[in-house]
């Protein structure tokens, strides 16, 4: 697993976690699990920037 936090001050702000079979971006109470499919297509379009 890998986790990455969006903030390299506190431990408040939300994380990334990746794991082989999902991507967890979020929080307790606000937490959105992606399939890894579905996490390549969302880098796909930050990538070609559209979103």
Known sequence: ???VT???DCHC??????TDT?????EKGNLCV???EQWET???KILNKEL
């Not at 702000?13 to 990746?18: A, Q, R, S």
């Not at 999902?22 to 979020?26: F, L, R, S």
């Open 42 to 44: 969302l880098k796909e």
């Open 13 to 18: 702000c939300p994380v990334v976690k990746v």
């Open 1 to 3: 697993m890998k986790i």
């Open 34 to 36: 992606l399939t890894m």
């Open 22 to 26: 999902q991507v967890e971006i979020g």
């Open 6 to 8: 969006l903030c390299k």
